[in-house]
């Protein structure tokens, strides 16, 4: 079983930035993709990036496409997400998590039901 355990989760002011991280334990031969969502409060848990192993071909959604990055390091088993020009918006908490095979799609697709493994999730406050 994969275990995830994110880290890097902050408070930050408006427009700053701040990069979260994922680590891995166990392998990850059974997944095609690893992704970030977050949950506000009171919100339902939404996609914003995800990455796939093999390719390490991303998806993003439109609220963040132009501000995050999502890039992987096979060698620390590590997944990241670089996030700039931070808004209030963003607040939330961080979750990691990985899309098993029988969820494959091209590019991977921010479904939160498409992925069964998931870390506990860091938490980030924009605010001023």
């Known amino acids: 079983q994969l275990q995830l355990v994110e880290s890097g989760g902050s408070l930050v002011q408006p427009g700053g930035s701040l990069r979260l991280s994922c680590v891995l334990s166990g392998s990850t031969s059974g997944y095609y993709a690893l992704g970030w969502f977050r949950q506000a409060p009171g919100k339902e848990r939404e996609g914003i990036s995800c990455i796939s192993i093999s390719s390490n071909w991303p998806n993003y959604d439109d609220s963040v496409r132009e501000r995050f990055k999502i890039s992987r390091d096979k060698d620390k088993n590590t997944v990241f997400l670089q996030m700039s020009s931070l808004e209030i918006e963003d607040t939330g908490t961080y979750y990691c998590?990985?899309?098993?095979?029988?969820?494959?799609?091209?590019?991977?697709?921010?479904?939160?039901?498409?992925?069964?493994?998931w870390g506990q999730g860091t938490q980030v406050t924009v605010s001023s």
């Open positions: 998590a990985a899309a098993p095979w029988s969820s494959m799609s091209v590019p991977c697709k921010l479904t939160s039901s498409d992925f069964n493994s």
